[in-house]
């Protein structure tokens, strides 16, 4: 069974500094990977995503994943966050259509 | 603009009653959709996929008669929550797979806020 593991529930970063969110997953073939962000009380928009090939992803809003298929893992990074990156974020793994998402990172941004 | 709408986006109603919402695929058809549901500081959880044309599948543990899934056009899928209970309270959110040039992309709607009274 695939599922998702986001073992950091809530992160704050001061504005300006680096983010990284952590991503592990568990699939028996070759995952379709996914990271989406929801803002309160709002739908999920997608922010990238990993089908195959170049293993470094680049996404919208300056974001960026890099698909580690050794440790399982897709982390979402960017250099420098800004306010309006306060959210909720969601790691999936599955199939293009049928997800699997993990429990969420909640980012706080602090001036 | 979003290219899957949801309707309503929030919901009050009385125990004991019937609540739909409406998913819709703003420009493109959508043969599959699904539901989901969130709730407070959770992750969404599948409840089911609604197919064109055909019965949905719910995953399990979903009450099919509780949560009555209507696929009526390849734009539109309904979700009808009955006899609606404060345990049924949640954030709802429906998702649609891109075609295409954005196939491999599940496009999610605005989410419908439900609160049972």
């Known amino acids: 069974a695939q599922s998702v593991t986001q073992p950091d529930i809530h992160i704050t970063v001061s504005e300006g500094a680096s983010l990284e969110l952590r991503c592990n997953y568990s699939?028996?073939?070759?995952?379709?990977l996914f990271w989406y962000v929801q803002s309160p009380g709002q739908g999920l928009q997608l922010l990238l995503k990993?089908?195959?090939?170049?293993?470094l992803v680049q996404g919208i809003k300056g974001f960026e994943a890099e698909f580690k298929r050794s440790q399982s893992s897709f982390n979402l990074r960017k250099p420098s966050v800004h306010w309006s990156d306060a959210a909720e974020y969601f790691c999936?793994?599955?199939?293009?259509?049928?997800?699997?998402f993990g429990t969420g990172t909640r980012l706080t941004i602090i001036p | 603009g979003a290219v899957v709408s949801q309707h309503p986006s929030w919901v009050i109603c009385k125990s004991g009653t019937s609540v739909k919402i409406e998913c819709r695929s703003l420009?493109?058809?959508?043969?599959?959709m699904f539901w989901y549901r969130q709730f407070p500081k959770q992750s969404l959880m599948l409840m089911a996929t609604?197919?064109?044309?055909?019965?949905?599948?719910?995953e399990q543990g979903v009450e099919k008669d509780k949560f009555l899934i209507n696929h009526a056009s390849l734009t539109l899928s309904t979700l009808t929550v009955t006899s609606a209970h404060p345990e049924d309270s949640s954030f709802y959110i429906c998702?649609?797979?891109?075609?295409?040039?954005?196939?491999?992309?599940?496009?999610f709607g605005e989410g419908s806020r439900l609160t049972v009274l």
């Open positions: 699939y028996g073939a070759t995952p379709y």
């Open positions: 998702s649609a797979p891109g075609r295409g040039l954005r196939t491999g992309e599940l496009f």
């Open positions: 990993y089908f195959s090939g170049d293993t």
């Open positions: 420009d493109f058809q959508a043969t599959t």
């Open positions: 999936a793994v599955g199939g293009n259509e049928k997800l699997t």
């Open positions: 609604s197919n064109e044309g055909s019965k949905a599948t719910y």
